[in-house]
């Protein structure tokens, strides 16, 4: 499956954004998918996860109660709604899919799609 992440951006702190992650494949209700971001000069991290048909979620404490997954499987496209935005927030966020159908935050996801940047002014 390719991925295509979009929607980044410039926001001030406490605004919002929605990043749109577009699978082009056939089995994209089948995987489950993630969100990561690299703030600048550090590691990627985890930030949000979502089963193959939505109906499990999981988040980063760093974002939770702020930041909400989504995906519409018959678009083929996963969702992240980022709220009340902090300059920390600021990084580059990738989307990724896994071929297990439940989360599995210990394994590597085994697609990655390109990122989009995001950058929270205070």
């Known amino acids: 499956v390719q991925l295509q992440a979009s929607g980044g951006g410039l926001v001030q702190a406490g605004g919002s954004l929605r990043l749109s992650c577009a699978a082009f494949?056939?089995?994209?209700?089948?995987?489950?998918m993630y969100w990561f971001r690299q703030p600048p000069g550090k590691e990627r991290e985890f930030v949000a996860a979502?089963?193959?048909?939505?109906?499990?979620?999981n988040y980063a404490d760093s974002v939770k109660g702020r930041f909400t997954i989504s995906r519409d499987n018959t678009a083929n496209t996963m969702y992240l709604q980022m709220d009340s935005l902090k300059p920390e927030d600021t990084a580059m966020y990738s989307c990724?899919?896994?071929?297990?159908?439940?989360?599995?935050?210990?394994?590597?996801?085994?697609?990655w799609g390109q990122g989009t940047q995001v950058t929270v002014s205070s």
């Open positions: 494949g056939r089995t994209f209700n089948t995987y489950a």
């Open positions: 990724a899919a896994s071929v297990a159908t439940q989360i599995r935050r210990a394994q590597t996801p085994n697609y």
């Open positions: 979502i089963n193959y048909n939505g109906g499990i979620t």
